[in-house]
DNA sequence: TCTGGGGTCCTAGGACCC
DNA sequence: TCTGGGGTCCTAGGACCC
């Protein structure tokens, strides 16, 4: 039996446990830049405010209304997750970590078990030891637990659904909440007359196949209670990259060099803790959308790293080298983005024909790799502006860029890079940077005016008892 | 002034092979 | 004369998720 174990307004629930003269009062999480709402408790529903309001816009009617926003602590949120699943792990022998809030609990199928007194000793255990409040829906698929625990949130947090239960339940639930159907399967399925899980359950397979594709078609398996969705058993990522909307816009090439070399430390270090090395670097640089100042510009462009590594000053001068080829002067940049493929880990690691430090300290060049493709950059123009033209800059070599590489081996690079971990490891994951990142323009910053403090990772955050 | 960030999986279609 | 059939691999883009 699958349990799908889900916290109830997760980032409000981790601002609340701190402050309790907030219990009973509506709260909002708000995304990067304070940007628009991304969490926000049943309080605040109540009171008409929405998952994806504009900050801005909504901002004054939520004082009038006494709401208590939060910029988003990410730290803090990770920090109260990894101690809800602790307790999880603790109960359960079995548990696949979904998300930040929820995460799937397997408990063998017994004959006459008591599965919902099982979830209500596990949501109340979590309420006492952690303080967040979660709901627990069961059911044999993990399709149908999601439906579950939707119906548990309603009800007092525990929900079971079983094969007596199933069609009556799933008459009361629309198509478009079940887990798998989009905005874009919602509206094809709606034309057909399908307007409840309970019609999406008797769709006939074949079809599905044909116009739901291989998804949708797990998906109308799961709710006929057949497991057809396959487990996240990896752990790592398969692409890692970082990206934040600038507070500001951005003009010049120093500030978006300034902003790239930051995302890129904070890309390279989930990359190494996660073990992996990267194959690929891609670069994005895109002006604001909403923004009729000026024109548009998107542009994207793509290397390969001379063989796939995880140090930092050769992912860093890779993303800065295609940076300079993407940019053009006098556009509102609104954001920048890195992005790391082809994720290998470590121990999978293989070595290149000429990979040895030999050749290291006087690199190959030109000859030595005939066979390492020029990732040919499909570079698009972006929305309005068809005048970027970047076909003359989409061959990025395979060797990087240009300037002339240390002399530094293999071996050397990984020492260092262990030794920089170990000293941000140390005293904040950015004690040490690389030059590059560190400048003081700045209007390229996150805006974060409703900050918690992070109680549970800093020693300056633990709040005082009196 | 101001509209998020970080992921996964699937498919179609092109390039290439024998 | 005759213009097949069966594959693989890769990428961009769509759809979906939290």
């Keep these: 039996m699958i349990f799908h174990v889900d916290a109830n307004s997760f980032y409000a629930s981790c601002e609340r446990l701190f402050r309790p003269d907030l219990s009973d009062r509506p709260i909002v999480v708000l995304s990067n830049n304070d940007g628009i709402i991304v969490a926000l408790n049943a309080e605040a529903k109540d009171l008409g405010f929405r998952r994806g309001d ?38 359960c022998p079995d548990v696949e970590v979904y998300s930040i809030d929820e995460s799937f609990l397997y408990y063998p199928d017994w004959e006459c078990p008591d599965y919902e007194g099982i ?33 548990a949130k309603k009800g007092d947090g525990v929900c079971l659904i079983d094969s007596a239960s199933v069609t009556r339940t799933l008459e009361s639930i629309p198509v478009g909440d079940v887990w798998g159907v989009g905005w874009s399967k919602t509206a094809f399925l709606e034309r057909r007359g ?29 709710l006929n209670g057949i497991p057809a969705i396959e487990r996240q058993e990896r752990e790592t990522n398969r692409n890692i990259c970082s990206s934040k909307s600038f507070a500001e816009p951005v003009y010049t090439l120093m500030e978006l060099e300034q902003a790239l070399s930051t995302y890129a430390h904070e890309a390279v270090r989930r990359l190494r803790d996660q073990g992996s090395r990267a194959t690929f670097v891609s670069v994005y640089l895109m002006t604001n959308p909403w923004d009729d100042e000026g024109p548009q510009f998107c542009g994207q462009l793509s290397a390969r790293l001379d063989r796939p590594t995880s140090y930092l000053p050769a992912i860093q001068e890779t993303a ?11 556009r509102r940049y609104r954001k920048v983005m890195i992005n790391l493929l082809g994720l290998e880990e470590d121990r999978d690691l293989q070595a290149s024909l000429f990979d040895d430090d030999r050749y290291q300290a006087e690199p190959p060049r030109g000859t030595a790799h005939p066979s390492e493709p020029a990732l ?49 490891g140390r005293y904040g994951r950015d004690a040490l940077r690389l030059g590059m990142s560190i400048g003081e323009g700045r209007s390229w910053r996150m805006r974060r005016r409703f900050l918690s403090p992070a109680y549970t990772t800093d020693i300056a955050g633990i709040p005082d008892v009196h």
């Design 54 to 91: 504009a900050w801005f816009k909504v901002a004054e009617a939520a004082d009038r209304a006494g709401v208590t926003a939060f910029s988003s602590n990410y730290t803090l949120y990770a920090d109260i997750s990894s101690r809800v699943v602790s307790v999880y792990n603790r109960l």
């Design 119 to 151: 979830a209500r000793h596990l949501r109340n255990t979590v309420l006492r030891e952690i303080g967040i409040p979660v709901s627990v829906g069961i059911a044999p698929t993990r399709t149908l637990a999601k439906i579950a625990n939707k119906l």
């Design 194 to 222: 399908i307007r409840t899980a309970a019609d999406l359950r008797n769709y006939p397979l074949h079809l599905a196949k044909k116009h739901l594709t291989i998804t949708g078609m797990r998906t109308i398996q799961e």
């Design 320 to 330: 800065l080298d295609l940076l300079r080829r993407i940019y053009r002067e006098g």
């Design 376 to 424: 040919a950059a499909p570079a698009y123009a972006g929305s309005a502006d068809a005048d970027t033209n970047l076909g003359e800059a989409g061959k990025v070599a395979g060797d990087g860029p240009s300037r002339p590489r240390a002399a530094i081996s293999g071996q050397e690079r990984e020492t260092l890079m262990a030794c920089f971990d170990r000293i941000n």
